[in-house]
């Protein structure tokens, strides 16, 4: 049985809030690092003997809610592509709960091409499939920098790999900060930013202009200009939030934010924050010691870019 494996990533330009709910097309588009350390395996066992999806996730028959939302992917594929059984899903996730990095990513992008292995779909469509079952997913499909294209239905609503030079020196340092599960979802939270934030046309706005800009830094390697950037948009998501009366941060939140707003007045590092208190930083490996030193006492895993989905 063919197992297969996508890892997970990290939003420099944010994606926050759907212009089509069903469809999951964002407002803005949006740029991920795809992350080394951090993946999921899966495999699709299709059976004509089964009476309903089954769902397996880390050795254990997972809770009805995640199983409802594998199947109501698995009825998307079985819609779109024909395939008449229901299936058993089986799951292992190495993603760190305490790393505020969205499994969702990771998992519906290893599910996407799990589920439609025989139809030898090409990373386009993986895409557009893979953003059905979460958004983020959509950009897990490729290694190194991912661009997703907003674009306006489901055609033209899919990710691709940005064109450049590889620049490996780029790294990204999750800090661990709290198992807690966060204290409300991305999509209600999403959701409501959209429906009743003051500051939400200015957020898409805004998010255009940073992902032009974050691209010219990308390709010029320019990492002052990049975590600046990244930094910035993705307080500007947290803004939008704040309006709505809703917040992730904890007080370690705002203690690392602290922390690595001293550093920048020596090094380039910089933050990023997602759907949750924990914060991710971004530097290149000349600074990586340095910074690894300034955050003694916290729990910290380091990533490289990592590649796209891929069979194992
Ligand atoms: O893919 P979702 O629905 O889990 O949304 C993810 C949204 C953020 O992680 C906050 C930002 C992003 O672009 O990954």
Not at 94 to 108: D, I
Not at 191 to 200: A, C, G, Q, R
Request: overall charge neutral.
């Amino acid at each position: 049985m063919t197992w297969v494996r996508a890892h997970t990533n990290i939003a420099l330009i944010k994606y926050w809030g759907k212009k089509d709910e069903a469809l999951k097309l964002p407002y803005n588009s949006s740029l991920s690092m795809t992350l080394a350390a951090f993946y999921t395996d899966t495999k699709v066992e299709y059976s004509a003997a089964l009476t309903e999806d089954q769902f397996f996730l880390d050795g254990i028959e997972a809770s009805e809610q995640e199983r409802l939302r594998v199947s109501a992917f698995l009825d998307e594929v079985r819609r779109r592509y024909g395939i008449k059984h229901y299936a058993r899903v089986t799951s292992i996730n190495h993603v760190p709960k305490a790393a505020g990095l969205a499994s969702s990513a990771s998992a519906f992008a290893a599910l996407a091409l799990a589920s439609t292995i025989d139809l030898n779909l090409d990373s386009e469509e993986l895409s557009r499939l893979a953003r059905q079952g979460s958004g983020s997913a959509s950009r897990s499909i490729y290694g190194g920098f991912v661009l997703w294209e907003k674009g306006s239905d489901d055609k033209s609503s899919y990710a691709y790999p940005v064109k450049m030079e590889a620049w490996p020196d780029l790294v990204m340092i999750a800090c661990l900060l709290n198992e807690n599960k966060k204290a409300f979802a991305s999509s209600s939270a999403m959701k409501e930013t959209v429906n009743d934030s003051v500051y939400y046309p200015a957020w898409v706005k805004q998010s255009e202009k940073d992902l032009d800009a974050l691209l010219k830094a990308l390709q010029d390697h320019n990492i002052e200009d990049l975590g600046r950037i990244a930094q910035g948009n993705a307080l500007r998501m947290h803004a939008s939030l704040l309006a709505v009366n809703k917040w992730y941060f904890e007080p370690e939140t705002i203690e690392i934010m602290n922390r690595v707003r001293s550093l920048q007045k020596d090094i380039p590092v910089y933050f990023t924050m997602d759907a949750g208190p924990n914060v991710k930083l971004i530097t290149t490996k000349k600074y990586l010691d340095t910074v690894l030193e300034h955050l003694n006492g916290i729990k910290t895993i380091v990533s490289e870019q990592g590649p796209g989905v891929h069979i194992l």
